[in-house]
């Protein structure tokens, strides 16, 4: 079992940066993906991208060159990194960390960020 705690959310202004973390209890180096979703209230969790054990990052498409995924195994960490946010952006972003494929993840719990003058 993995515990994963998210950190980094809050408030920032259209056009800002925000760092997430997401800190695992135990070692993540062997997961095969971890990366990050978000869910706005009445909606599913949408996908925002991964990182795989091989370092190979997958964002979705209206997010690249903007949002970045990266996993830090000496420090069992993984980060999004969110420029030039837009207020659309505006959700609770969720980390996992999958074992193998076709396992389920484990979730954190969740963090809040909002994007607003």
């Known amino acids: 079992q993995v515990q994963l705690v998210e950190s980094g959310g809050g408030l920032v202004q259209p056009g800002g940066s925000l760092r997430l973390s997401c800190a695992a209890s135990?070692?993540?180096?062997?997961?095969?993906?971890v990366g990050w979703y978000r869910q706005t209230p009445g909606n599913q969790r949408e996908v925002v991208g991964n990182?795989?054990?091989?370092?190979?990052?997958n964002i979705v498409d209206s997010l690249k060159g903007r949002f970045t995924v990266s996993r830090d195994n000496a420090k069992n960490t993984v980060y999004l990194q969110m420029n030039n946010q837009k207020p659309e952006e505006t959700s609770v972003y969720y980390c996992y960390a999958r074992r193998r494929l076709l396992y389920a993840p484990y979730w954190g719990q969740g963090t809040q960020v909002t994007v607003s003058s």
């Open positions: 135990g070692s993540i180096s062997s997961f095969s993906a």
């Open positions: 990182v795989t054990k091989g370092g190979n990052m």
